[in-house]
């Protein structure tokens, strides 16, 4: 470890917690619906939009019209995408003259980028067109991170309203958060990127001569404007096969910095949005103090792991830390940090690959997804996961000090804990139970490109990955075939959809309750005791996954390191 990259991680934390209330400020105007100063121009859009879809944006849903929207919605994009993947090679914006995706392929894609997953089971450059890349992924990565804030707002209106039957308006706020914040910062930032070097252009391949005198085909495309997206909506899918190692989509350390940095700001943005929402900012900062706990010791873990490097190496005599599947050109610390940020997101963009990290390097991002990926999280998906343990936490609170645990000003009766614990409960059930039978059944054990415990990690990860809608993977699985397509595409779709709508029956049971002023018996929950009972609820019910996948995964992998470094 050294200090320039304790000052790389210290500099990335000090810019986000000073970007933390001005973000926080704007997400609050589109909370509440109100003019911001683009609205001179993409008004029109907005009241547009809202017109040729026969849409009253001031008609208010209750909890289960909105759900039901949501869902439509994201059904009627499902079938758009995997209609568009299946028919790539009759499609226009095909210059490399690329077949339509197999029906497995295809299935597994467009759940992936309609669950805000990302999972990728393909090459990009080598297996999608530009139209695909362009109609059918990337107008995921805005509309998917768009519900996640949507819903994050319909949870906020539940603490906020008092004896309301409401929780705000889907397709208002879906227009709402897309208009006027994911799609201005993305123009800023597609050029911002094209400046440093990342391609935008419809064209496919462009040969050159290389200096040997081979000739060499370099593939091209809409880059810039995908990435932009893909790492503010914390989506992930890369363009190019490998990701954010590869220079067409991360030229430089300072787009390096600026993408990890774009990965979270709008969760940090969010925890001040809820805070003003509820009247009470300092409890927005106290659910920020608790994520920042929790990454700042997962960045810990992992760079001091891959900078101590493979001890069985050391024993060789070849010492420094653990360079495998690194990019030279960000190296160890600016690697750890990313892996780190892209799992406590959902964003799961890569800048290395995973399964190259040390034993206890690759836990952290692992244990980061079965946590439920609240630390910091995917846009909106984290804050309102995060909350949903703050449900809990107060509960727990409650039954120590002996009374109705309140929070915020809501009384969190019996029905609210029992759907906090359907919604964190699936995590645990699924992600088990796939790797489970992917365990035993032939056609998953044909999937892992090592055996014993390193080849059940990669087994392991993928439906964590899945179910957390995270996207990155051990990168040893192989996993297009039908059995892991098919599967992994019910797990995305399961880690989902069955969070959200038990998250929007508590939404819908809390803004029903009238409001419960604090008292002399009320537990604190802005102090550093609750900050510490959040971490403490979250790190055991995140060990609800972990523990038991825990002796045959990265651990007995360490382990085995270590009895190689004694023999």
């Known amino acids: 470890m050294t200090m320039q990259g304790w000052f790389l991680i210290l500099l990335f934390v000090g810019i986000l917690l000073a970007l933390t209330k001005p973000v926080g400020l704007w997400l609050h105007v589109l909370y509440e619906g109100r003019r911001t100063p683009i609205h001179v121009v993409l008004a029109p859009v907005e009241r547009g939009f809202y017109k040729l879809a026969g849409i009253d944006p001031s008609a208010e849903q209750s909890w289960r019209r909105y759900a039901l929207h949501m869902l439509v919605f994201n059904v009627g994009l499902l079938l758009l995408t995997y209609a568009v993947l299946r028919l790539q090679g009759v499609l226009p914006g095909n210059p490399q003259g690329l077949a339509g995706l197999s029906p497995d392929l295809a299935f597994n894609t467009a759940v992936s980028f309609t669950t805000n997953t990302n999972w990728q089971s393909y090459g990009g450059e080598a297996t999608m067109s530009n139209l695909a890349q362009m109609l059918g992924l990337a107008i995921h990565n805005f509309l998917s991170a768009a519900t996640g804030i949507a819903l994050a707002f319909a949870l906020f209106r539940g603490f906020a309203r008092r004896e309301a039957k409401t929780v705000g308006n889907f397709w208002a706020d879906v227009t709402r958060v897309t208009l006027y914040l994911l799609l201005p910062i993305c123009v800023v930032y597609t050029i911002f990127l094209v400046a440093c070097g990342v391609p935008q252009t419809m064209a496919g391949v462009v040969d050159v001569q290389t200096l040997e005198g081979v000739r060499q085909s370099i593939l091209l495309g809409p880059v810039a404007s995908q990435e932009a997206i893909k790492m503010l909506g914390t989506n992930g899918g890369g363009f190019f096969n490998a990701n954010s190692a590869h220079p067409f989509e991360n030229p430089n350390a300072l787009t390096n910095f600026v993408e990890m940095l774009s990965i979270f700001v709008i969760?940090?943005?969010?925890?001040?949005?809820?805070?003003?929402?509820?009247?009470?900012?300092?409890?927005?900062?106290?659910?920020?103090?608790?994520?920042?706990?929790?990454?700042?010791?997962?960045?810990?873990?992992?760079?001091?792991?891959?900078?101590?490097?493979?001890?069985?190496?050391?024993?060789?005599?070849?010492?420094?830390?653990?360079?495998?599947?690194?990019?030279?050109?960000?190296?160890?610390?600016?690697?750890?940090?990313?892996?780190?940020?892209?799992?406590?997101?959902?964003?799961?963009?890569?800048?290395?690959?995973?399964?190259?990290?040390?034993?206890?390097?690759?836990?952290?991002?692992?244990?980061?997804?079965?946590?439920?990926?609240?630390?910091?999280?995917?846009?909106?998906?984290?804050?309102?996961?995060?909350?949903?343990?703050?449900?809990?936490?107060?509960?727990?609170?409650?039954?120590?000090?002996?009374?109705?645990?309140?929070?915020?000003?809501?009384?969190?009766?019996?029905?609210?804990?029992?759907?906090?614990?359907?919604?964190?409960?699936?995590?645990?059930?699924?992600?088990?139970?796939?790797?489970?039978?992917?365990?035993?059944?032939?056609?998953?054990?044909?999937?892992?490109?090592?055996?014993?415990?390193?080849?059940?990690?990669?087994?392991?990860?993928?439906?964590?990955?899945?179910?957390?809608?995270?996207?990155?993977?051990?990168a040893g699985l192989t996993a297009n075939t039908p059995y892991y397509n098919g599967l992994l595409g019910v797990a995305m779709w399961f880690g989902r959809f069955f969070v959200i709508v038990p998250m929007l029956a508590i939404a819908g049971s809390l803004a029903a309750k009238k409001y419960t002023p604090e008292s002399a018996g009320s537990f604190p929950t802005t102090g550093g005791l609750w900050v510490g009972l959040l971490v403490g609820i979250i790190l055991i019910l995140g060990g609800l996954t972990f523990l038991p996948s825990l002796a045959l995964g990265p651990i007995a992998d360490h382990l085995n390191m270590i009895r190689g470094q004694l023999s």
């Open 267 to 474: 969760g940090f943005g969010l925890t001040w949005t809820f805070g003003k929402a509820v009247g009470n900012t300092r409890q927005g900062w106290a659910i920020l103090g608790a994520m920042v706990i929790l990454f700042l010791a997962g960045v810990t873990v992992t760079y001091w792991q891959e900078a101590a490097g493979n001890p069985i190496l050391h024993q060789l005599g070849v010492a420094g830390g653990n360079m495998e599947g690194k990019e030279v050109r960000f190296g160890i610390a600016a690697s750890a940090l990313f892996s780190v940020v892209t799992t406590a997101a959902s964003c799961g963009a890569v800048n290395a690959m995973h399964d190259s990290f040390t034993a206890l390097g690759g836990m952290i991002p692992l244990f980061n997804i079965q946590l439920g990926e609240v630390v910091i999280g995917g846009v909106g998906a984290g804050i309102y996961g995060f909350l949903l343990f703050a449900i809990l936490a107060v509960f727990v609170a409650g039954l120590m000090v002996g009374r109705t645990p309140e929070y915020v000003g809501k009384k969190i009766e019996s029905r609210e804990v029992k759907l906090a614990v359907l919604a964190i409960a699936v995590l645990p059930l699924v992600i088990l139970g796939f790797t489970a039978l992917s365990s035993v059944l032939q056609q998953g054990l044909a999937g892992p490109l090592n055996e014993g415990p390193h080849g059940f990690s990669e087994i392991l990860y993928a439906f964590t990955s899945a179910v957390g809608n995270n996207g990155s993977a051990f």
